[in-house]
T-cell receptor, first 115, second 112 residues
Framework: GAVVSQHPSWVICKSGTSVKIECRSL??????MFWYRQFPKQSLMLMAT?????????EQGVEKDKFLINHASLTLSTLTVTSAHPEDSSFYIC???????????FGPGTRLTVT | GENVEQHPSTLSVQEGDSAVIKCTYS??????FPWYKQELGKRPQLIID?????GEKKDQRIAVTLNKTAKHFSLHITETQPEDSAVYFC???????????FGKGTRLSVIA
């Protein structure tokens, strides 16, 4: 099956700093990538949809100036959490797709802890 | 927008028994209904999915049924094993490359 990687797998940062998370499709070209956030013992919540070469579409309640998403190529999307705060601590998971009849392929997730 | 309700939130079964998890969705435009198994700290793993042109799909011990008229779909796991213990999520979307809306999850415990 298709493989999606994320880097880093976990990161600890201090409050007020920025963190960049990378999501890569390793063996296919992803026309669409999605970013989800999952708090402990909760479900996955969509943050934004990212199409290659265009601006991301953010879900209601997700601050686009705080969560910067860039999908500059068909194999790479990045999520930058700017001025991180402890409440941003969460499990961030990306998924990628290239075809409406196929499933979405999930990355392994990035555990962000803001101290 | 789409809203997905999932029940029960927790489910305990004896090894060898069956487990059933039910979901309802609100948007009649949804056509794609995947089920995921997630272990602690891991990515969601697709275990089975169904599209709106099919009423039932089976893969070994796992089956999914879809009732488009009633807007509900269910996951059936037969002959449960301890390794089936995990959190299961249902989801709905228009197609495979549109955003997924997830249910709140069901924590399944299979007791040996």
């Amino acid at each position: 099956g298709a493989v999606v990687s994320q880097h880093p797998s976990w990161v600890i940062c201090k409050s007020g700093t920025s963190v960049k998370i990378e999501c890569r499709s390793l063996d296919f070209q992803a026309t669409t990538m999605f970013w989800y956030r999952q708090f402990p013992k909760q479900s996955l919540m969509l943050m934004a949809t990212s199409n290659e070469g265009s601006k991301a579409t953010y879900e209601q309640g997700v601050e686009k100036d705080k969560f910067l998403i860039n999908h500059a190529s068909l194999t790479l999307s990045t999520l930058t959490v700017t001025s991180a705060h402890p409440e941003d601590s969460s499990f961030y998971i990306c998924s990628a797709s290239w075809d409406r009849v196929r499933e979405q392929y999930f990355g392994p997730g990035t555990r962000l802890t803001v101290t | 927008g789409e809203n997905v309700e999932q029940h029960p939130s927790t489910l305990s079964v004896q090894e060898g028994d069956s487990a059933v998890i039910k979901c309802t969705y609100s948007d009649s435009a949804s056509n794609y209904f995947p089920w995921y198994k997630q272990e602690l700290g891991k990515r969601p793993q697709l275990i089975i999915d169904i599209r709106s042109n099919v009423g039932e799909k089976k893969d070994q011990r796992i089956a999914v049924t879809l009732n488009k008229t009633a807007k509900h779909f269910s996951l059936h796991i037969t002959e449960t094993q301890p390794e089936d213990s995990a959190v299961y999520f249902c989801a709905a979307s228009f197609s495979g490359n549109t955003p997924l809306v997830f249910g709140k999850g069901t924590r399944l415990s299979v007791i040996a």
